[in-house]
């Protein structure tokens, strides 16, 4: 085996390594929505190739307002979806758009664009 | 005529004037230009007034309509009435409480609406104000906006309007009496801003232009990308094309180079939406389908770059470029976005069916005057004209006139209704015979149609327990996609043949390329969308995703009985005349109809209309008296009559004979018999029952055929339940069940190990409904969005729940192809890509085929999808 075989290999192992830890393994950023003087927690949810932010931290029991605005025209992100609370808003580019509920159950719950490629999170503590 | 300059007195004649004005309703006249500007400094002051009562008896008053809402009109209009009275300059206020509308006199210049709209709040009760947003177009100076404003609060009718420079919108309150959306474009026109066409808030409209707009982009970009392919993919392979092959080598490369240079603009204008969104799921730590194609083609860009630029450094014959690769992966990627918006677009014709049917504009009655407004300008409490020919714009109740409808698109009545004064009318419907007036009780959203669209789209968007499965998968296969593309490379690098470094490369490009998450996500919500939008088509409502699924697995239908498989409304059944009857059927009928005409028993209702369907006259009644628990006594055309009961007929000692007997065979078949007795002598029997509705049998018997147990359940006896299940064929029946322990008896059947579905009414059955592990409700009319259904069928015949479970069926199998189809072009697609066929057949695939499978898999998908459009129920076919 050649020098440059083995440093392939290594560098497969490293690379397969650093895939695994960076998708699955490192702690993600979470964001804690901020309570409004009308009581409710409010969030400003930026669309452009994901969610931005995308790790939401709520409480329960409380309304959760969330803004989506969507600053890209790619049909996929047109749609976004929380199927365990039965919400789902169209998001026309540029336009802000408000989605108001009140979660009443703890747990975590996804939220996504409508074929899944983009994806959040909704932590109800 | 001589009339007084207001500002100086002098008499002059109106058709000499210099000026005129007109302020507050009045005119004035002026002789010269200093007057003229005196008064516009202040026009308040010249208007004439009574000095001592503020009121001007002289000048007509304004009449204003306001529709008032909130607090109970009866107990509290006289309330609301003298707060208004109180209000200087209000001549009269008055409540109508039948239309709920306000009509106030008053002086203009002494009170301004705002403030007859704020005492009318003070008191408790809400103005029917209707608020609108309209945009401007090219609004850029932040002057303006307070001029737009001024313009429009002092256009009569409006309350208060704002100009918001940011999202160069106005949002104006208005009287919809007092002013149109016309008149508020015309305001923002005399300051020189186009109105943006009032935009329309249909976001279906909305999203079918964003599509286009999206199609237009994405088509663009492909051609883009195509047109540069086709230089390139020639310069790639100069062996095989003609004219090329005999280019000098320096020509060849140079060729290259200018590859290189003309790829970049394809990667980051038709590509740029792979490359942002790549880089955007990276910064959150997720990776999807534009993460692996912007991998791909930036790898094989920079690796060729390296290649041409420094061939050096690379083993002999491995400096060869794939920028074909680059340019055709994009241009077939994004030509399959184009065709997969096309494809959805067809994807959502139901809900636009159901927008279709809607009018787009009522004539509305305002202050006496028709005038034709936009159907989003409805408000409640409005009188809307309705010609024959025309649809019922909004939902409401009839005040005037009568007609026959035509609700055929959201109740299945193929018969018109007939309506008169009081009735309530759907929007939607269509108005056959008749013109009539009726006052708007549901508008906007609120109508049942628009519960309709809106139950219907909150389902496509609902996720069925299937699609957890794909996510829970596409969660994880980006990464691993990649790192199978990392130890493609290292095997074919370690041990592949010569020259490793490209094999190693165009594999594992080819990995990143063929891999294709998207045809994953899109397998169940786009036929999802198809599948509820087809029911919906069919009058069957379907609330979720996971309501579809279960509906597929149903092995058990419990059918309510009164309501669900019977009419839930006694008919006229029998009239069986005594051997010793002086008169014949019809008579007799005749005569029991006229004394159950005065009659309030609901049983009494059936006769009559039963004695009118055969279209007998009825007689006058004399000494009228109803017996409690044993029927009724009257006279009639001189005879005098009995009907009820046996108790009644034994009291009054009448032989019944032969009756008693037939009597008895008509319970049996679950009929109410009544006997009647002319002059004391028993003439005949009378017998009324709930009907099965007319295609309950041939639904059960479709059921049955389907393979699923069908089960009837009532609170009825066994008698009249047995005989109405062996009338529409169904054998086993739960009798005698108390409305509390209907649910109890699901839970029951669930025990067995079976998979239930209730039909029932929704208001009486709902416990059992939840119950159920799918709970179909019927509901008519506006009472569409039925809570504690998992599906809705709106046409009221058991018909719907033969649809509903082949719509399921139907759907879950098309889903089941969708993902299966995914789930095996990715695990064939992704091992031949990395070679698994190499060492065997020498089979290797080219990463042009794998763009092209890629984006041809996702269309696919959709496609299969869209075939479920051509879905047909079994009944709609006869």
Redesign the interface.
């Known amino acids: 085996m050649t020098t440059s075989q083995i440093i392939v290999i290594l560098g497969g192992l490293a690379l397969t390594i650093f895939i695994a830890w960076y998708f699955w393994f490192a702690p993600k950023a979470q964001t804690r929505a901020a309570v409004s003087e009308s009581g409710a927690q409010e969030v400003a949810v930026t669309v452009k190739g994901g969610y931005t932010p995308d790790v939401i931290v709520v409480q329960k029991g409380r309304p959760v307002r969330l803004t989506f605005t969507r600053h890209e025209s790619s049909a996929c992100s047109e749609k976004v979806l929380f199927p365990d609370f039965n919400q789902n808003a169209l998001l026309p580019e540029g336009e802000q758009v408000t989605l108001e509920f009140t979660p009443d159950k703890a747990g975590e719950f996804g939220f996504q664009c409508q074929m899944g490629m983009l994806r959040g999170k909704l932590i109800v503590e | 005529m001589k009339i007084h300059d207001p500002v100086c007195g002098m008499e002059i004649d109106p058709k000499n004037a210099f000026a005129k004005r007109e302020h507050m309703g009045q005119t004035f006249y002026f002789c010269s230009q200093s007057c003229v500007d005196q008064f516009d400094k202040n026009p308040h002051n010249y208007v004439t007034t009574s000095a001592t009562t503020g009121f001007n008896p002289e000048r007509t008053l304004t009449r204003i309509e306001l529709p008032v809402s909130g607090a109970p009109l009866k107990e509290h209009s006289t309330h609301l009435e003298s707060a208004l009275r109180a209000l200087e300059g209000v001549g009269e206020a008055k409540v109508n409480r039948n239309s709920g509308r306000l009509e106030v006199q008053y002086d203009a210049q002494k009170v301004d609406v705002t403030r007859l709209v704020n005492a009318v709040k003070s008191t408790g009760f809400q103005v029917g104000v209707a608020n609108v947003k309209i945009g401007i177009e090219n609004l850029r100076c932040a002057s303006c906006v307070k001029f737009i404003e001024d313009e429009l609060k002092s256009t009569q009718g409006v309350l208060n309007a704002t100009v918001n420079i940011g999202t160069q919108e106005a949002t104006v309150d208005y009287l919809p009496q007092k002013a149109t959306l016309s008149q508020l474009n015309a305001a923002i026109e005399t300051w020189g801003y186009k109105p943006r066409p009032a935009t329309s808030d249909e976001?279906m409209d909305?999203?079918e232009e964003?599509?286009a707009?999206?199609y237009r982009?994405l088509m663009n970009m492909f051609w883009f990308a195509a047109i540069v392919s086709l230089p390139v993919l020639l310069f790639a392979y100069p062996q095989y094309v003609p004219v090329i092959r005999d280019l000098s080598m320096e020509t060849i490369r140079w060729a290259w180079i200018i590859s290189a240079v003309v790829t970049l603009p394809v990667l980051f204008y038709s590509g740029q939406?792979f490359f942002?969104?790549?880089?955007?799921?990276l910064?959150?730590?997720?990776?999807?389908?534009?993460t692996l194609i912007a991998l791909g083609t930036g790898a094989a860009w920079l690796y060729s770059s390296v290649a041409i630029l420094f061939p050096a450094i690379f083993p002999e014959g491995t400096s060869e470029p794939f920028y074909d690769v680059v340019a055709v992966v994009i241009a077939l990627v994004v030509l399959g976005?184009a065709l997969e918006?096309r494809a959805?677009g067809q994807s959502s014709s139901a809900i636009k069916k159901l927008l279709g049917l809607q009018a787009k504009t009522a004539r509305v009655i305002r202050d006496g005057q028709e005038m034709d407004l936009p159907i989003e300008e409805v408000l409640v409490g409005d009188v809307i004209q309705v010609r024959p020919g025309e649809k019922v714009p909004v939902d409401g109740v009839i005040v005037e006139g009568s007609s026959a409808v035509d609700e055929s698109m959201l109740t299945g009545e193929s018969l018109p209704v007939s309506k008169k004064k009081g009735d309530e009318v759907i929007g939607a419907t269509l108005n056959k015979t008749g013109a009539f007036k009726f006052r708007a009780t549901k508008v906007g959203k609120d109508t049942a149609l628009a519960q309709i669209v809106k139950m219907v789209?909150?389902a496509q968007?609902?996720?069925a327990p299937i699609a957890r499965l794909?996510?829970t998968v596409?969660?994880?296969f980006?990464?691993v996609v990649?790192?199978l593309a990392?130890?493609t490379?290292?095997i074919w690098?370690?041990f592949g043949p010569q020259p490793q470094l490209v094999y190693g490369l165009v594999t594992s490009v080819t990995v990143l390329i063929i891999a294709c998450?998207?045809a994953?996500?899109?397998a169940t919500?786009?036929s999802l969308m198809v599948g509820i939008g087809k029911g919906a088509e069919h009058g069957i409502l379907i609330r979720?995703g996971e309501a579809l699924q279960t509906a597929r697995a149903l092995n058990t239908v419990v059918l309510d009985k009164t309501g669900t498989i019977t009419k839930g409304k006694p008919e006229l059944t029998d009239v069986v005349t005594s051997d010793q009857s002086t008169v014949n059927s019809n008579q007799l009928l005749k005569l029991a109809a006229s004394v159950e005409k005065v009659s309030e028993h609901p049983l009494a209702q059936a006769i009559v209309e039963g004695a009118q369907a055969r279209k007998l006259e009825l007689a006058e009644v004399k000494n009228f008296d109803a017996i409690p628990g044993h029927g009724v006594s009257a006279n009639v055309e001189g005879q005098n009559i009995l009907i009820g009961n046996l108790k009644l007929m034994n009291r009054e000692n009448i032989v019944l004979g032969e009756l008693e007997e037939k009597s008895k065979s008509l319970a049996d078949d679950g009929k109410t018999p009544m006997f009647i007795a002319l002059d004391g002598k028993a003439a005949g029997i009378i017998a009324v029952a709930d009907t099965v509705k007319e295609d309950s049998a041939e639904a059960i018997a479709v059921l049955q055929k389907m393979g699923i147990e069908v089960v009837m359940i009532t609170g009825d006896n066994r008698r009249t339940a047995e005989a109405i299940a062996r009338k529409v064929g169904v054998t086993r029946v739960l009798a005698e069940v108390l409305p509390e322990d209907k649910a109890n008896n699901i839970h029951l059947l669930q025990a067995e190990g079976k998979k239930v579905a209730m039909v029932g009414d929704g208001i009486n059955d709902a416990p059992a409904l939840a119950q159920a592990d799918v709970g179909l409700a019927i509901g008519t009319g506006t009472d569409v969005a039925i809570e504690a259904s998992d599906i809705t069928l709106i046409k009221g015949s058991l018909k719907g729940v033969v649809t509903a479970i082949e719509v399921s069926r139907a759907t879950m199998t098309n889903i089941y192809q969708n993902l299966f189809g995914a789930f095996i072009y990715n695990t064939l697609g992704v091992p031949v890509a990395m070679g698994a066929l190499f060492p065997f057949f020498g089979l290797l695939l080219s990463p042009l085929i794998a763009g092209a499978a890629m984006a041809f898999s996702s269309v696919t998908v959709v496609g299969n999808a869209n075939r479920l459009r051509g879905f047909k129920p079994k009944f709609s076919a006869r």
């Open positions: 976001p909305k999203q964003a599509h707009r999206e982009r939406d942002t969104g790549a880089w955007a799921s910064k959150h730590r997720s990776a999807n389908m534009n976005q918006l959805k789209q909150d968007n609902s996720k794909a996510d596409s969660g994880y980006v990464p990649m790192i990392v130890w490379f290292v690098f370690n998450p998207c994953l996500g899109l919500p786009m979720s």
